[in-house]
Structures are given as structure tokens and as C-alpha cells.
């Protein structure tokens, strides 16, 4: 199985639903062009769940944002392809991409409550989302509503579906978010942080929700996130991101177990983890994310990066090509084969 | 003061209480109230980090509003350093915040925008009509330079720095005036992962430096963990178990503790299908009608009858291990 | 109706009623003070009423008649008293009873001022719903397609054109329009003529188009304004990306989710001007001589004939506080968050 969209091409068949390819959004603004993703490639096949993690800024918003087509006209620079089951969505006519939105592919956004329209209720607003896409009357609209609530865990969905957002608590909130996302059965499913406003415990109620709807309807799930926790429990491939470009890119277990690039080890090891021993300090990342307008030159992590020095002066001149290292593991990075396994087993590793 | 306290105990807090009454109707009469904190008694002492951990709602800012005493209890005692601050007015409370000093969550909003980061860490010296040795210029720079931000950002403003470099400014401005306790309410929870342990070594640091007591305020219980040495889970208003950070972790008694900790998500794909989860039901009720009894029995997956009509309490079950609970889990045997 | 609603409108209903007395009470105040200010007795108020040429007697009996005698209290109490169980006017002979709500009589005409007032009240109601209607859905419809395409020649034109229309005097643009729509055009009637709406609709309608082109202009001027403010903030929201996400065509978003999430702060200040127009569109009716409340209480001030100026400046606060009250409630229905 391969997750990266030139070994894929090849297959035929077995086309991933999502592919996206070298795809670069960029803003023009006074201040210069906010290169906010740059030349990122990636694809999801149905039924698998790709984990996006990175900091905040690095480009992931954007990238869920312009795949559903939800940039403003004129105001972001796409070019690069976004293949949706075989067809093209960068340049493709505006309202064919709508008609597409909300039916083959949707959104769960991160803050229930503001994405919600506050004066219509929220039975009112899947219902709406439902009959875009479908000629039916109100009412069996409305009993889909019903049965979508209940599908996602609403106690009384006969009554509450004519509440309105204020009156339904955070996770119940996100709950009639995923309900209105999956009104008509869409095959690739976007989270763009999906629990971050969220308590742990309801955290994990919606992730096993999402779970469990993805086992039931076999969608092809993008999972934004700037924590590894949540990926863990839910990504079959994760890709890192860092000032938007993607820097690893492999299985969740070769992310977790034996992850090959120095940001995917920083994030590991900044995190205090409940798995392990307590360590006695943690091991942060220096520095903050670059500007995007000026991206440094060579890899855009070398100032932060512990290892730059290690290639000569490459990681200051050249940018590291996104490429294979085995087994469908990318990374961007110029260390040596050598040093990347010696630096991950001997320093790294021992202090997570 | 009566009564004989330890040696080392910097805050005590006895059955404090704060509810904030609902209003209604046409003469505006109080028909409830919300009961945000609910007979809280645990005490801190001096050099350690005690953490509040619990769901959205649960009363942890409040909390930390009256130990800061930026509320005023509706019921308690808050004693600190032997003084009992419950019910001071603000004025007798003024030379007090020299003692007592807050770290509010939002980086963004808590710096005044229009202040230089000079003026915003110097506030406190002026405010207290503090003169430092050298001046008060010197003094902000010497803080800026203490919590890793370069001493020549003192004539620039907050929207200049990252979030985790306004949250560095906040603390230099707590630190002035070598306060006792530091409450910080979230610290670190809006801050991304690599530079929230920048942040929280920062604060590790500066407590062993100057000795710092700090009550944290958090939700995220990783970075608890991590930070703490003692530990209260809140649930509404109340402490349902308090006890040090290793038996807390190692060894949770209130079924709450286990099902939050279950509840954290763990970065080790080898552990999705092994870890056994606890996944507590629907929400948090209202702190304006709180369950009576346990008030955890709407979601207690150990509730029995007698959880519904009789309040557990909050009982030492092992030496500095108190929880609340009829049933607890994980007694005898390991103590 | 939940028992929160019911006592927040008697809350309200009690705070309109002090309002009205104080409104009352002060205009009362002006009219009757401020001459005795000036040096004028109540023989020379009377006379303005008998005319020069009555003898002393007349004179002192007409003060006497109209209360000129009693103190400012006592008079205010009086007419007060005359609306809630009317009043009786001693003519000596003759005994003249005022039914209640009785506003006084026109010191100037003789004439009660009530009827008077409820024959003027269609032509102000005509004018003020007519105008309300034009400048409502211009003011929208402009505010709308200006924020939708921000900083395009339409925006900078429209925004313009509301800036002048904003700050040009009725008058001129009462003029502008007169000499355009009816001159030129020949759309509209000259003006000064009212067709009550139940005899001749098209006629009413003809009559009145060009004062509501005059008013609307003016209003519909900031109504634009607002709306694209509005709306230049709700098409930011995240519920406005949501609607996207869910596919819909883009004029649903824009009107069933940006144009109703902008419009609860429009509605207030709708409810407010129309309420206040409701009292009198003082300088329309002046421009265009429609005998319009606004009309007669121009009249009323000019002649001290307290009465009528009473009459009028009750019935407009009535008209505020009510709109104020109406929008409040529909504040409620409108945003469910305000609901308890
Ligand atoms: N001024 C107030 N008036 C009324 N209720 C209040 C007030 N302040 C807080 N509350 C209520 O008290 C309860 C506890 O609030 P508090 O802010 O302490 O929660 P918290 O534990 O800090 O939550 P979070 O994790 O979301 O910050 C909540 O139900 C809150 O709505
Ligand atoms: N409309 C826009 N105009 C200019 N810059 C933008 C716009 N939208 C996003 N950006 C920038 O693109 C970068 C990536 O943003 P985003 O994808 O939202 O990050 P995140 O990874 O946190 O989701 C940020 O630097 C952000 O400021
Ligand atoms: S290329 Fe150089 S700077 Fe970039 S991650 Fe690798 S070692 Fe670090
Ligand atoms: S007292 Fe009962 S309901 Fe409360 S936590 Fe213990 S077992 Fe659960
Ligand atoms: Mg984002
Ligand atoms: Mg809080």
C-alpha cells in the first residue's frame, strides 16, 4: 500500500480519492506574498485516515480550506492539482465545485459554536445542508435530521433538533457539526481540528465517533491536528507539516516509532507524555516558526533545527528534497542516512 | 494565629465557596445560583506546585480568582502566609498582591496593547510604589533577560512578539515583585506544543531559582503530570481527589481520575488497540442544579443507589491521598 | 408567552408610561414657562386667543376659561386628567364637555385637538410606511452589493452617492427630486394633495410617491451604509464558511445567512426612525404641504397654541416608546440567543 500520489498513478485502479499534487496556495498581501503552502503532495485512499499535524501557521487550515474550494476568488494564488476520484478541482468551474461540496466531500470545522449559525436551529441547518443536494420535502428531510442526531449520540433528537446552537453544550455542538457534514454521505471527510475547543473526555467521545463513522461509511478522513495524541488515535498515515511544506510523511507507526525527521523528533520530545516515565525536563524545540513571507532560505527549519551544522553548509543554501527514504517514508531532510539513525537511536529515542 | 499550622504551609484554603447569583423577574430578586465553587479545603506549601485540573466549568478560574482575590468568597477561609485574606477589602489587599500574583491564560488579551513591554512589566513597581536598586528600567530589563527575552525589546509592543513570547512577558511581570504564590490559570494551554515546554521549563526554572509557590490552573493533564507535585481534580465545583503527583497518577481512586486519564490520548499507535478505555456519557451537568449526593453519579460508570442520595466525603484514603467516592478503585493493597 | 417575557414587558410598559409623563410634563413646562419668562401675563396669553380688539372683561374671562389663572401644576395635572376621563370647558351659558382622550382645544381654532389629530394621522402613517418600505429594501439591497463587492466602482460610487445623500438638506433634495420626477418625468404628482388610501389607491400612491422618493433618499442613504457594514463583518464569520462548505449557491449564503445575521442591528434603528416619523415628518410635510402631524405641529409651535403642540408631542413619544417596545420583542424573535 503506498500513500504518495507518484507511486499511485501507476496502480490505475486503485486510485486514491484524494490526491493532491504539488500544491501551492499563496497570499498576495502588502507585506508580500505569504507563502502558505508550497509545494505539497499527498493522497488519501477510502476508508483511511490521513493525520495532518503541525504547529499553528504551518499551512494546514489552508490546505483543507482550498481542497473544499472555500478560498475567496482572487484572494489566494492556488496552482498544483487537488484530484477528487480522478478529477481536477484547481481551475475547475466554481459551481461545479459546489455542487460538490457538502455532497462528495465535507468539513468539520474546529469551533462548533461559531461555525454554527446562531439564529437558525440546528435541526433547520442539516436540513438545509441535506436538501442542496437532495430533491426531497421538509419533512423527510427532517426525519434524516432526526435520525443523523441520533446516529451521532444526541440524546432526544425529536426535541433537540429544534434547538438552537447556544442551547446544545461543546461536544454536542461538534456532534450536529459531524451530523450536518455526513447528511449526504460524503466520501472524503475533512476535520480541521476537530477537538481542540473540546474537553478531554469529550475529546475522545468524538474521535470514536469519528471513528465509528468511518468503519460505517468507508469515507476517506483528513484529520487536522496540531496533536500527536489525537493522530495516534485515529490516523492510518501521518504528515507532518512545518512552515507549509510537508517534512515527514510515512505510516502512524514509523511516525511513533522510528520517525526520521529532527521537527518530528522536536514535537515528540516537547511533549510530557502519560506513557511514559516522567522525564525531568522537557526537550523543546528553540526558536519560533519562521514568517512565511520569509521563509528562510535552504531547509526553512535550519534555525531551529539542533542538526543543521551536521551537513555542511546545505541545510543553509539548499532546500532538502521531499523524497522516499523506504518503504513509502518521505522526509525533508539532508542529514545522512547514517547520522539520522545514529541521532534517533542514541539521542533521541532514550529521552522521549 | 490559633491554630498551629505546618511548617511549611504557604495557602490554606477551609470550605471555600463561591456562587454567583442568577437574577429574574421584574424586581430583579435571585431565583439561583451558580454554584461555580463549592467547599474547596486543601492548603499549598511553600516551594511546591499544586495543580487544579478539571473539565471546562468546574470552577478552576474561579478558584484562582479568589486565591488572588480578585473575588471575594461568598463563604471560606483563604489563609496565606498565616494571614487570613478571605474577606480584605482592596485596599488592605494592596500590599498583599506583592505576594500573590496571577498568569492569565489568553497571551493575547492579557497585555494592554497600547503599553510598551516596558511599561506593562514595570506596572507592578509603580502600582506598589516599589523603587528598585538600580532603578526601575534596569529591574524590567534584568526580568526580561530572566525569562529569555532580549533586554532591548523594552521600548516595543505586545503585537510585536509571538504568543509564547507575550506569555514570557507575563510572567516577567508576575515575577516583579518576587511574589510568593504565582496562581496561572492555563499558562501554556494556547501555546503550541514546542513552545509550551519552552514556557514550562521557564516556570520550572524560576521556581527553583526563587523558591515560587504555584497553585496551576490546567486541563491538559500531561503537562500536570509533568509539572505538579500535588494534584486536586475538580468536578464541579468541588475536589474530587487531591493527593501527590505519583499516586495520583500511578494509583487514581475517584473514578472521575481513572476516566479522565483514560480519556488522554496517548502518541503510541501500538497502544489504540491495547489501552482499556473508560468513556464517561454526555456532559458535565449545570453548576446551577448540580446532582445531589456524589455529584458525579449522572456519569459514574461504579454508580450505585446510594451514590444518588448521600454525598461522599472526601476522605484520606491512603497518607495524602484523599478522594471523594463510596466506591473507589485502587485501595489497599499498593499502599 | 414564558412568565420572563410577560414581566419584562410590564417592566417596559411601566418605564413607557414615566416616560411619557416626563416628556409631557417638560414640553408643558417650555410652553407655559418660557413666556411668563419673557414678561407675557395671563392677559396677554389670552389675547392672543380673543384677539386685541375684546374688551378687558372678555379677555380676563377667556384666561379664566382656559386655566391661565391656575398654577403650571395645576394645569398640567388638568390635562393630564382630560385624557384619561376627558374635561369640562365652562362657556358660562353653556357647559362643553371634552370625551376622553381629550387633548385640549386649539387655542388658535376652537377646535379639539384629538379629531384633529386623528384626520392627520393617516398622511403621516401614509407617508411614514410608504417611505419606510423604499428605503428599507433600496438601503438594503445597496448596503448588500456594496460589501460584496468592496472597493469596486460600484462600492465607491454607491457609498458616495449615500455620503451626499446623507448630508444634503431635505429641502434640496425634496427640490432635486421634484424638479426630476415630476417636471421631467412627470412620475409623480407635484405635490400637496392626500388621497386617503381607501378611496383611490392608485391615486394615494400617486400623490405620495414623490415625498417618500424625497424621504427614502435620505434614509436609504444610511440604511446602505449600515447594511454594508454589517454585512461586511457576517460574511466574515465562520458560519458564513460553514454555509459554503455545505454547498449552497452563493445568494443563499449571502441572504438567508449573511443578509439575516446583519440585519438584527438594522432593525433597531429601523424601529427607532419609523416610530420617530410616525410623530411628524416635519420638513417632508413642510416641503411637500401634506397636512401631516409634522405639519400641525409646526403650526401649533408658530402660534403658542400649546394644545396642539401637546397633542402632537404625546402622541410622537407614544409612537417611540411603542416602536422601541415592538423592537425589543422582535429583537426576540429574531436572535433566539436573547430568548430566556
Ligand atoms: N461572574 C460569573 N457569573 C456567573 N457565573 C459565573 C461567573 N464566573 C464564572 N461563572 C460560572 O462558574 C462556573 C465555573 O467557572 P470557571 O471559569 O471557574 O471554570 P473553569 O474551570 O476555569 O473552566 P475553563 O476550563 O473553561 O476555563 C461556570 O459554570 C461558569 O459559567
Ligand atoms: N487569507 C489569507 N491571507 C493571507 N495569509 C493567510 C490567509 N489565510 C491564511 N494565511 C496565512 O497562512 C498561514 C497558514 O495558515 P493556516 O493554514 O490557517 O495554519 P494552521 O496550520 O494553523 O491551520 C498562516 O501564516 C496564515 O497567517
Ligand atoms: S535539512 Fe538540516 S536544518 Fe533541515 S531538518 Fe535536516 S538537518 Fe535540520
Ligand atoms: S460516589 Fe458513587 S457516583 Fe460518586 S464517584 Fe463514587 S462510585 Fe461514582
Ligand atoms: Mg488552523
Ligand atoms: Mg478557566
Redesign the pocket.
Given at each position: 500500500m503506498s500513500h504518495i500520489p507518484e507511486d499511485s498513478l501507476d496502480s490505475g485502479a486503485g486510485l486514491p480519492f484524494l490526491q493532491v499534487r504539488n500544491l501551492r496556495v499563496h497570499f498576495p498581501t502588502d507585506d508580500g506574498v505569504v507563502k502558505s503552502v508550497d509545494d505539497l503532495s499527498f493522497s488519501v485512499e477510502r476508508g483511511k485516515t490521513l493525520g495532518i499535524v503541525g504547529e499553528s501557521g504551518s499551512g494546514k487550515s489552508v490546505t483543507s480550506l482550498s481542497i473544499m474550494g472555500l478560498h475567496k476568488e482572487g484572494a489566494a494564488r492556488i496552482s498544483g492539482e487537488i484530484l477528487l476520484d480522478g478529477r481536477n478541482l484547481v481551475g475547475m468551474d466554481r459551481e461545479k465545485v459546489r455542487l460538490l461540496r457538502g455532497k462528495r466531500m465535507a468539513m468539520i470545522f474546529q469551533d462548533p459554536l461559531s461555525a454554527m449559525h446562531p439564529y437558525y436551529t440546528v435541526g433547520a441547518q442539516i436540513v438545509e445542508a441535506y436538501r442542496v443536494h437532495n430533491k426531497v420535502a421538509k419533512q423527510v428531510a427532517r426525519k434524516h435530521a432526526i435520525d443523523l442526531l441520533a446516529r451521532v449520540g444526541i440524546p432526544n433528537p425529536k426535541s433537540r433538533v429544534d434547538d438552537y446552537p447556544h442551547q446544545f453544550s461543546g461536544g454536542m455542538r461538534q456532534r450536529a457539526m459531524i451530523a450536518m457534514a455526513l447528511s449526504c454521505d460524503p466520501e472524503l471527510l475533512i476535520a480541521d481540528e476537530p477537538t481542540t475547543a473540546l474537553?478531554v473526555t469529550v475529546q475522545a467521545q468524538i474521535l470514536d465517533l469519528i471513528r465509528d463513522l468511518q468503519q460505517e461509511f468507508d469515507s476517506a478522513v483528513v484529520l487536522i491536528t496540531h496533536d500527536l495524541g489525537v493522530v495516534a488515535e485515529l490516523a492510518d498515515d501521518i504528515m507532518v507539516m512545518y512552515a507549509g511544506r510537508a517534512v515527514e510523511h510515512s505510516t502512524a507507526t514509523d511516525i511513533f516509532n522510528s520517525p526520521q525527521h529532527p521537527y518530528t523528533w522536536g514535537l515528540l520530545g516537547s511533549m510530557p507524555r502519560l506513557d511514559r516515565e516522567r522525564s525531568e525536563r522537557l526537550q523543546p524545540i528553540k526558536g519560533t516558526p519562521p514568517s512565511l513571507i520569509n521563509v528562510p532560505d535552504g531547509c526553512p527549519f535550519n534555525p531551529r533545527c539542533a542538526y543543521a551544522g551536521r551537513n555542511g553548509d546545505l541545510s543553509f543554501t539548499e532546500r532538502p528534497e521531499f523524497r522516499d527514504i523506504g518503504g513509502g517514508h518521505h522526509i525533508a531532510c539532508h542529514l545522512p542516512t547514517e547520522d539520522r539513525h545514529h541521532i534517533w537511536d542514541e539521542e533521541i529515542r532514550p529521552k522521549l | 494565629m490559633s491554630t498551629p499550622k505546618p511548617a511549611g504551609e504557604l495557602l490554606s484554603v477551609t470550605g471555600l465557596r463561591?456562587h454567583?447569583?442568577?437574577r429574574r423577574g421584574i424586581l430583579q430578586r435571585q431565583v439561583g445560583a451558580?454554584?461555580?465553587?463549592d467547599g474547596l479545603t486543601f492548603s499549598v506549601n511553600r516551594g511546591e506546585t499544586l495543580s487544579?485540573v478539571?473539565?471546562?466549568?468546574?470552577?478552576?478560574?474561579?478558584?484562582?480568582?479568589l486565591l488572588t482575590r480578585l473575588?471575594e468568597p461568598t463563604s471560606g477561609k483563604i489563609v496565606l502566609d498565616g494571614r487570613d485574606i478571605s474577606h480584605l477589602s482592596m485596599s488592605a489587599m494592596r500590599p498583599l498582591r506583592c505576594d500573590v500574583q496571577m498568569i492569565f491564560?489568553d497571551p493575547y488579551s492579557s497585555l494592554n496593547p497600547r503599553h510598551t513591554v516596558g511599561t506593562i512589566v514595570g506596572a507592578p513597581f509603580r502600582l506598589q510604589k516599589v523603587r528598585p536598586e538600580n532603578g526601575v528600567k534596569r529591574a524590567v530589563q534584568d526580568l526580561l533577560e530572566l525569562v529569555g527575552l532580549n533586554p532591548e525589546h523594552y521600548n516595543r509592543y505586545p503585537h510585536e512578539f509571538s504568543g509564547g513570547q507575550r506569555q514570557r512577558i507575563g510572567i516577567a511581570r508576575t515575577l516583579a515583585l518576587k511574589p510568593k504564590l504565582i496562581v496561572a490559570?492555563?499558562p501554556v494551554s494556547a501555546l503550541d506544543v514546542s513552545i509550551q515546554a519552552q514556557v514550562v521549563n521557564l516556570l520550572e526554572d524560576l521556581q527553583d531559582e526563587f523558591n515560587l509557590t504555584y497553585v496551576m490552573?490546567a486541563?491538559d493533564l500531561s503537562v500536570v503530570r509533568h509539572v505538579s507535585d500535588r494534584v486536586a481534580v475538580?468536578y464541579l465545583?468541588k475536589i474530587m481527589e487531591i493527593a501527590d503527583r505519583t499516586s495520583l497518577y500511578e494509583r487514581p481512586m475517584h473514578p472521575y481520575t481513572v476516566a479522565l486519564l483514560s480519556a488522554v490520548p496517548v502518541p503510541d499507535t501500538s497502544r489504540r488497540t491495547r489501552r482499556e478505555r473508560i468513556r464517561l456519557q454526555g456532559d458535565v451537568p449545570?453548576?446551577?442544579n448540580p446532582p445531589v449526593g456524589c455529584r458525579f453519579h449522572t456519569r459514574c460508570w461504579k454508580a450505585q443507589e446510594v451514590c444518588k442520595v448521600e454525598e461522599p466525603a472526601l476522605a484520606e484514603l491512603a497518607p495524602g491521598h484523599r478522594a471523594a467516592c463510596h466506591f473507589p478503585e485502587n485501595v489497599g493493597g499498593s499502599v | 408567552m414564558p412568565a420572563t417575557v410577560i414581566a419584562y414587558i410590564i417592566r417596559r410598559l411601566f418605564a413607557a408610561i414615566v416616560l411619557l409623563f416626563v416628556v409631557s410634563a417638560v414640553t408643558f413646562s417650555i410652553f407655559f414657562v418660557t413666556p411668563k419668562l419673557l414678561g407675557a401675563t395671563p392677559e396677554t396669553l389670552a389675547t392672543r386667543y380673543v384677539g386685541r380688539t375684546s374688551t378687558p372683561d372678555t379677555i380676563r374671562a377667556t384666561a379664566e376659561k382656559l386655566g391661565f389663572y391656575d398654577p403650571v401644576v395645576v394645569q398640567y395635572w388638568n390635562w393630564v386628567k382630560g385624557i384619561f376621563v376627558g374635561a369640562d370647558y365652562d362657556y358660562g351659558p353653556a357647559v362643553e364637555h371634552c370625551p376622553a382622550p381629550c387633548l385640549g382645544y386649539s387655542f388658535r381654532t376652537n377646535q379639539p385637538v384629538w379629531p384633529d389629530l386623528l384626520d392627520r394621522i393617516p398622511v403621516t402613517l401614509s407617508l411614514a410606511v410608504g417611505a419606510a418600505v423604499l428605503w428599507l429594501l433600496a438601503g438594503l439591497a445597496v448596503g448588500t452589493l456594496s460589501a460584496l463587492r468592496k472597493g469596486t466602482i460600484f462600492d465607491r460610487v454607491a457609498m458616495g452617492v449615500s455620503l451626499a445623500g446623507v448630508s444634503l438638506p431635505i429641502f434640496f433634495t425634496g427640490l432635486l427630486s421634484l424638479s426630476v420626477f415630476s417636471y421631467n418625468l412627470g412620475w409623480t404628482a407635484v405635490g400637496g394633495a392626500y388621497t386617503p388610501f381607501l378611496e383611490n389607491p392608485g391615486e394615494w400612491a400617486y400623490n405620495l410617491l414623490l415625498p417618500w422618493i424625497t424621504l427614502a433618499l435620505l434614509f436609504s442613504a444610511q440604511y446602505a451604509r449600515l447594511t454594508r457594514a454589517g454585512m461586511l463583518e457576517t460574511m466574515n464569520e465562520d458560519f458564513i464558511r460553514t454555509a459554503r462548505a455545505k454547498g449552497l449557491p452563493e445568494r443563499t449564503v449571502v441572504v438567508r445567512h449573511g443578509l439575516r445575521g446583519a440585519l438584527t442591528p438594522i432593525l433597531t434603528i429601523f424601529g427607532l426612525d419609523v416610530g420617530l416619523l410616525l410623530g411628524g415628518a416635519i420638513l417632508t410635510e413642510s416641503a411637500f404641504s401634506l397636512q401631516g402631524l409634522g405639519k400641525y405641529a409646526i403650526e401649533g409651535i408658530l402660534n403658542y397654541d400649546l394644545p396642539k403642540v401637546m397633542g402632537v408631542t404625546i402622541l410622537a413619544a407614544f409612537f417611540v416608546v411603542v416602536a422601541n417596545l415592538i423592537v425589543d420583542l422582535l429583537y426576540a424573535v429574531v436572535d433566539p440567543r436573547v430568548r430566556k
Amino acid at each position: 500500500m503506498s500513500h504518495i500520489p507518484e507511486d499511485s498513478l501507476d496502480s490505475g485502479a486503485g486510485l486514491p480519492f484524494l490526491q493532491v499534487r504539488n500544491l501551492r496556495v499563496h497570499f498576495p498581501t502588502d507585506d508580500g506574498v505569504v507563502k502558505s503552502v508550497d509545494d505539497l503532495s499527498f493522497s488519501v485512499e477510502r476508508g483511511k485516515t490521513l493525520g495532518i499535524v503541525g504547529e499553528s501557521g504551518s499551512g494546514k487550515s489552508v490546505t483543507s480550506l482550498s481542497i473544499m474550494g472555500l478560498h475567496k476568488e482572487g484572494a489566494a494564488r492556488i496552482s498544483g492539482e487537488i484530484l477528487l476520484d480522478g478529477r481536477n478541482l484547481v481551475g475547475m468551474d466554481r459551481e461545479k465545485v459546489r455542487l460538490l461540496r457538502g455532497k462528495r466531500m465535507a468539513m468539520i470545522f474546529q469551533d462548533p459554536l461559531s461555525a454554527m449559525h446562531p439564529y437558525y436551529t440546528v435541526g433547520a441547518q442539516i436540513v438545509e445542508a441535506y436538501r442542496v443536494h437532495n430533491k426531497v420535502a421538509k419533512q423527510v428531510a427532517r426525519k434524516h435530521a432526526i435520525d443523523l442526531l441520533a446516529r451521532v449520540g444526541i440524546p432526544n433528537p425529536k426535541s433537540r433538533v429544534d434547538d438552537y446552537p447556544h442551547q446544545f453544550s461543546g461536544g454536542m455542538r461538534q456532534r450536529a457539526m459531524i451530523a450536518m457534514a455526513l447528511s449526504c454521505d460524503p466520501e472524503l471527510l475533512i476535520a480541521d481540528e476537530p477537538t481542540t475547543a473540546l474537553d478531554v473526555t469529550v475529546q475522545a467521545q468524538i474521535l470514536d465517533l469519528i471513528r465509528d463513522l468511518q468503519q460505517e461509511f468507508d469515507s476517506a478522513v483528513v484529520l487536522i491536528t496540531h496533536d500527536l495524541g489525537v493522530v495516534a488515535e485515529l490516523a492510518d498515515d501521518i504528515m507532518v507539516m512545518y512552515a507549509g511544506r510537508a517534512v515527514e510523511h510515512s505510516t502512524a507507526t514509523d511516525i511513533f516509532n522510528s520517525p526520521q525527521h529532527p521537527y518530528t523528533w522536536g514535537l515528540l520530545g516537547s511533549m510530557p507524555r502519560l506513557d511514559r516515565e516522567r522525564s525531568e525536563r522537557l526537550q523543546p524545540i528553540k526558536g519560533t516558526p519562521p514568517s512565511l513571507i520569509n521563509v528562510p532560505d535552504g531547509c526553512p527549519f535550519n534555525p531551529r533545527c539542533a542538526y543543521a551544522g551536521r551537513n555542511g553548509d546545505l541545510s543553509f543554501t539548499e532546500r532538502p528534497e521531499f523524497r522516499d527514504i523506504g518503504g513509502g517514508h518521505h522526509i525533508a531532510c539532508h542529514l545522512p542516512t547514517e547520522d539520522r539513525h545514529h541521532i534517533w537511536d542514541e539521542e533521541i529515542r532514550p529521552k522521549l | 494565629m490559633s491554630t498551629p499550622k505546618p511548617a511549611g504551609e504557604l495557602l490554606s484554603v477551609t470550605g471555600l465557596r463561591k456562587h454567583f447569583p442568577i437574577r429574574r423577574g421584574i424586581l430583579q430578586r435571585q431565583v439561583g445560583a451558580v454554584q461555580a465553587v463549592d467547599g474547596l479545603t486543601f492548603s499549598v506549601n511553600r516551594g511546591e506546585t499544586l495543580s487544579l485540573v478539571g473539565e471546562s466549568g468546574c470552577g478552576k478560574t474561579t478558584t484562582g480568582r479568589l486565591l488572588t482575590r480578585l473575588l471575594e468568597p461568598t463563604s471560606g477561609k483563604i489563609v496565606l502566609d498565616g494571614r487570613d485574606i478571605s474577606h480584605l477589602s482592596m485596599s488592605a489587599m494592596r500590599p498583599l498582591r506583592c505576594d500573590v500574583q496571577m498568569i492569565f491564560q489568553d497571551p493575547y488579551s492579557s497585555l494592554n496593547p497600547r503599553h510598551t513591554v516596558g511599561t506593562i512589566v514595570g506596572a507592578p513597581f509603580r502600582l506598589q510604589k516599589v523603587r528598585p536598586e538600580n532603578g526601575v528600567k534596569r529591574a524590567v530589563q534584568d526580568l526580561l533577560e530572566l525569562v529569555g527575552l532580549n533586554p532591548e525589546h523594552y521600548n516595543r509592543y505586545p503585537h510585536e512578539f509571538s504568543g509564547g513570547q507575550r506569555q514570557r512577558i507575563g510572567i516577567a511581570r508576575t515575577l516583579a515583585l518576587k511574589p510568593k504564590l504565582i496562581v496561572a490559570d492555563e499558562p501554556v494551554s494556547a501555546l503550541d506544543v514546542s513552545i509550551q515546554a519552552q514556557v514550562v521549563n521557564l516556570l520550572e526554572d524560576l521556581q527553583d531559582e526563587f523558591n515560587l509557590t504555584y497553585v496551576m490552573i490546567a486541563h491538559d493533564l500531561s503537562v500536570v503530570r509533568h509539572v505538579s507535585d500535588r494534584v486536586a481534580v475538580m468536578y464541579l465545583g468541588k475536589i474530587m481527589e487531591i493527593a501527590d503527583r505519583t499516586s495520583l497518577y500511578e494509583r487514581p481512586m475517584h473514578p472521575y481520575t481513572v476516566a479522565l486519564l483514560s480519556a488522554v490520548p496517548v502518541p503510541d499507535t501500538s497502544r489504540r488497540t491495547r489501552r482499556e478505555r473508560i468513556r464517561l456519557q454526555g456532559d458535565v451537568p449545570s453548576p446551577i442544579n448540580p446532582p445531589v449526593g456524589c455529584r458525579f453519579h449522572t456519569r459514574c460508570w461504579k454508580a450505585q443507589e446510594v451514590c444518588k442520595v448521600e454525598e461522599p466525603a472526601l476522605a484520606e484514603l491512603a497518607p495524602g491521598h484523599r478522594a471523594a467516592c463510596h466506591f473507589p478503585e485502587n485501595v489497599g493493597g499498593s499502599v | 408567552m414564558p412568565a420572563t417575557v410577560i414581566a419584562y414587558i410590564i417592566r417596559r410598559l411601566f418605564a413607557a408610561i414615566v416616560l411619557l409623563f416626563v416628556v409631557s410634563a417638560v414640553t408643558f413646562s417650555i410652553f407655559f414657562v418660557t413666556p411668563k419668562l419673557l414678561g407675557a401675563t395671563p392677559e396677554t396669553l389670552a389675547t392672543r386667543y380673543v384677539g386685541r380688539t375684546s374688551t378687558p372683561d372678555t379677555i380676563r374671562a377667556t384666561a379664566e376659561k382656559l386655566g391661565f389663572y391656575d398654577p403650571v401644576v395645576v394645569q398640567y395635572w388638568n390635562w393630564v386628567k382630560g385624557i384619561f376621563v376627558g374635561a369640562d370647558y365652562d362657556y358660562g351659558p353653556a357647559v362643553e364637555h371634552c370625551p376622553a382622550p381629550c387633548l385640549g382645544y386649539s387655542f388658535r381654532t376652537n377646535q379639539p385637538v384629538w379629531p384633529d389629530l386623528l384626520d392627520r394621522i393617516p398622511v403621516t402613517l401614509s407617508l411614514a410606511v410608504g417611505a419606510a418600505v423604499l428605503w428599507l429594501l433600496a438601503g438594503l439591497a445597496v448596503g448588500t452589493l456594496s460589501a460584496l463587492r468592496k472597493g469596486t466602482i460600484f462600492d465607491r460610487v454607491a457609498m458616495g452617492v449615500s455620503l451626499a445623500g446623507v448630508s444634503l438638506p431635505i429641502f434640496f433634495t425634496g427640490l432635486l427630486s421634484l424638479s426630476v420626477f415630476s417636471y421631467n418625468l412627470g412620475w409623480t404628482a407635484v405635490g400637496g394633495a392626500y388621497t386617503p388610501f381607501l378611496e383611490n389607491p392608485g391615486e394615494w400612491a400617486y400623490n405620495l410617491l414623490l415625498p417618500w422618493i424625497t424621504l427614502a433618499l435620505l434614509f436609504s442613504a444610511q440604511y446602505a451604509r449600515l447594511t454594508r457594514a454589517g454585512m461586511l463583518e457576517t460574511m466574515n464569520e465562520d458560519f458564513i464558511r460553514t454555509a459554503r462548505a455545505k454547498g449552497l449557491p452563493e445568494r443563499t449564503v449571502v441572504v438567508r445567512h449573511g443578509l439575516r445575521g446583519a440585519l438584527t442591528p438594522i432593525l433597531t434603528i429601523f424601529g427607532l426612525d419609523v416610530g420617530l416619523l410616525l410623530g411628524g415628518a416635519i420638513l417632508t410635510e413642510s416641503a411637500f404641504s401634506l397636512q401631516g402631524l409634522g405639519k400641525y405641529a409646526i403650526e401649533g409651535i408658530l402660534n403658542y397654541d400649546l394644545p396642539k403642540v401637546m397633542g402632537v408631542t404625546i402622541l410622537a413619544a407614544f409612537f417611540v416608546v411603542v416602536a422601541n417596545l415592538i423592537v425589543d420583542l422582535l429583537y426576540a424573535v429574531v436572535d433566539p440567543r436573547v430568548r430566556k
